[in-house]
């Protein structure tokens, strides 16, 4: 549709309206160019950070001498918060450094006064 717009633009001798045309049209296309380049970066980014993820479930799983499958987190974004275990043998908080290079478990008691349900 560009191209065929700069067509017309030069065969009508310059005529003004397809040039403002061929201009709109060439900026929709930028735009939908730089969105579809910022969902890849962002699919990229997700893509690591799941592998990050999955590998730090496995490694804790070790620690535990537990099956992975056997654990249940909270939450697996490093640096939101503390990241809650749920496995056989007991609750663990994972308690990152100031790099998120390294970490350590740490066994907790959950009782009724500390959980609290929240309605979405």
């Given at each position: ?6 067509v ?19 900026t ?93």
């Amino acid at each position: 549709m560009f191209i065929g717009l700069l067509v017309r633009y030069f065969a009508n001798k310059g005529d003004i309206k397809y040039k403002d045309l061929a201009v709109i049209v060439g900026t929709l296309i930028v735009l939908a160019l730089a969105i579809q380049f910022n969902d890849y970066t962002n699919f990229q980014t997700t893509s690591k950070q799941s592998g990050q993820q999955v590998s730090l479930v496995v490694d804790i799983a070790k620690k535990l001498d537990v099956k992975p499958q056997k654990l249940s987190v909270n939450n697996l974004q490093e640096g939101n918060g503390d990241i809650l275990v749920h496995s056989v043998k007991g609750n663990y908080r994972v308690i990152f450094n100031s790099d998120n290079s390294e970490y350590v478990l740490e066994k907790i008691t959950l009782t009724p006064e500390t959980i609290k349900v929240e309605d979405k």
